[in-house]
């Protein structure tokens, strides 16, 4: 069987030997409940409290701050939904680019909840527009909560969340930001960051599954999001994933410690494909702003819709190739994601997500691009 050729990291990771190393005394010997008072549960608690020193000054927060969680999507509705019935947000500003854990949650709220929401623009290149959303909030009399993304994880365009933070600060706007694709990547000083929550997911980073978390910044008071235990320090019930926990703090710490050589050659991984795609395939393109402000990790690449470009997940996947589609099959019929739906809804147009790690190679790629050639 030929050798899989994995280009969906943004999707998930794979796990990191020394993360696996530093997490198998919690899977095995080190077993005790954190919440026990005999030294079999001192330890693990002594791991997980470890383990959020560790995070915290990874991204120069106080461990106060720092709470950990199931993964991305819990973390992102503890905010939303804490800036709403804690924090009496009852105007919601959002983009139709964010993940659906933001939405579907805004969605759910606006339900639910007596809170407004507004959409703000999209430029041309699928960034957002800062003048609307400054425009927006200065015509907001109630208290705003601001839910908008540091970088899509569909097209990779990255947000400059400090320019956001400082709107939201200047008209005294709750600030979260969706960070999942961009922690672990880049640096975040959370410190010089003015944002209230931030979110993580250690899968994105070579880390394990089912482990996230979630910032909260010191000044700001919520309730908890789970209630039936004191874990957490009272804001999430049950019982702590102490081997994630362990995963996620090494993931975190080797992903920093490594930030510069990885980052310049995943970079120069993605736009070498870049080149060879235009090389090789006619009438190639590329969603977001792929040679300004995006993610060294993603490429979002646009070809001609022809019989074969429709199946073209399919033939991708057929022959060990592993990336995911910019549009999605739905009762039979194409449907464009919801990312793709607000950037670039044209029907004439398949689209395919490609994704890198340090793992990958300029061999792959070499790979990849003749297939798609062959099948295009």
């Known amino acids: 069987m030929k050798e899989r050729i994995y280009l969906d990291n943004a999707a998930t990771t794979s796990l990191d030997p020394e993360v696996l190393a530093a997490m198998m005394p919690y899977l095995t010997t080190q077993f005790g409940n954190p919440s026990s008072i005999y030294s079999y549960g001192r330890e693990s608690r002594l791991a997980i409290e470890n383990s959020r020193k560790l995070v915290a000054k990874l991204l120069n927060a106080h461990p106060a701050e720092i709470f950990f969680t199931s993964g991305g999507t819990e973390s992102t509705n503890m905010a939303i939904t804490a800036a709403v019935r804690d924090l009496d947000c009852r105007h919601i500003i959002t983009s139709p680019l964010e993940h659906h854990a933001t939405l579907h949650t805004i969605e759910y709220l606006h339900r639910t909840e007596p809170v407004t929401v507004t959409f703000v623009k999209i430029l041309p290149n699928g960034h957002i527009d800062l003048d609307n959303l400054a425009d927006i909030l200065s015509a907001i009399p109630e208290k705003c909560l601001v839910a908008l993304m540091h970088a899509n994880n569909e097209i990779?365009?990255?947000?400059?969340?400090?320019?956001?933070?400082?709107?939201?600060?200047?008209?005294?706007?709750?600030?979260?930001?969706?960070?999942?694709?961009?922690?672990?990547?880049?640096p975040i000083n959370l410190r010089n960051t003015p944002a209230h929550f931030i979110t993580g997911s250690a899968h994105k980073f070579h880390g394990p599954k089912g482990v996230g978390?979630?910032?909260?910044?010191?000044?700001?008071?919520?309730?908890?999001?789970?209630?039936?235990?004191?874990?957490?320090?009272?804001?999430?019930?049950?019982?702590?994933?102490?081997?994630?926990?362990?995963?996620?703090?090494?993931?975190?710490?080797?992903?920093?410690?490594?930030?510069?050589?990885?980052?310049?050659?995943?970079?120069?991984?993605?736009?070498?494909?870049?080149?060879?795609?235009?090389?090789?395939?006619?009438?190639?393109?590329?969603?977001?702003?792929?040679?300004?402000?995006?993610?060294?990790?993603?490429?979002?690449?646009?070809?001609?819709?022809?019989?074969?470009?429709e199946m073209l997940i399919y033939n991708l996947d057929i022959n060990n190739i592993c990336a995911s589609g910019g549009s999605a099959c739905t009762s039979g019929a194409n449907q464009a994601s919801h990312v793709m739906q607000a950037v670039n809804n044209d029907p004439n147009l398949d689209t395919v997500r490609f994704s890198f790690s340090k793992h990958n190679t300029y061999k792959e790629i070499d790979a990849v691009v003749k297939l798609l050639k062959d099948i295009i």
């Open 156 to 186: 990779g365009n990255l947000s400059d969340i400090y320019s956001i933070g400082d709107i939201c600060t200047r008209y005294n706007a709750i600030f979260f930001s969706d960070t999942v694709q961009t922690l672990g990547h880049y």
């Open 213 to 309: 978390m979630i910032y909260i910044h010191e000044e700001v008071k919520i309730k908890p999001f789970i209630y039936g235990g004191a874990q957490e320090r009272n804001m999430r019930a049950g019982t702590e994933n102490v081997y994630g926990i362990v995963g996620f703090a090494k993931a975190l710490e080797i992903a920093s410690a490594n930030y510069e050589a990885d980052s310049i050659y995943i970079k120069s991984i993605k736009l070498y494909m870049m080149e060879q795609l235009q090389k090789h395939l006619p009438n190639v393109y590329f969603n977001g702003d792929v040679a300004g402000s995006s993610l060294y990790t993603v490429l979002s690449v646009n070809v001609p819709r022809t019989e074969k470009s």
